[in-house]
């Protein structure tokens, strides 16, 4: 059993700032990509950013230059850093990440709202 737990999503001020947390957990053996959808009301999940375990990293055009995405190995956990927020991130965020060379895993989702 493998599992994403997910931390740090919460309600700030456009222009504010945010860390989320991902970690995984259970019979793991090796964790390749490691990344962060986002889900806003009415519309599809896309990809925000993501990490191999070598460090490589994309984002969206949307978050460049304002979100960093980075990894521990050693603890099995993925950070997205999300300065200068705007109301258009508002979503719900979800951890994504490879495991064990064979599975796809998601976490549960965390709210981040921003205000105008």
């Known amino acids: 059993q493998v599992q994403l737990v997910e931390s740090g999503g919460g309600l700030v001020q456009a222009g504010g700032s945010l860390r989320l947390s991902c970690a995984a957990s259970?019979?793991?053996?090796?964790?390749?990509?490691m990344g962060w959808y986002r889900q806003a009301p009415g519309k599809t999940r896309e990809l925000v950013a993501r990490i191999m375990s070598g460090g490589s990293t994309n984002y969206a055009d949307s978050v460049k230059g304002r979100f960093t995405i980075s990894r521990d190995n050693a603890k099995n956990t993925v950070y997205l850093q999300m300065n200068s927020l705007k109301p258009e991130d508002t979503a719900v965020y979800y951890c994504?990440?490879?495991?064990?060379?064979?599975?796809?895993?998601w976490g549960q989702g965390t709210q981040v709202t921003v205000s105008s």
């Open positions: 259970g019979s793991i053996f090796r964790v390749n990509a």
């Open positions: 994504n990440a490879d495991i064990n060379a064979r599975y796809n895993y």
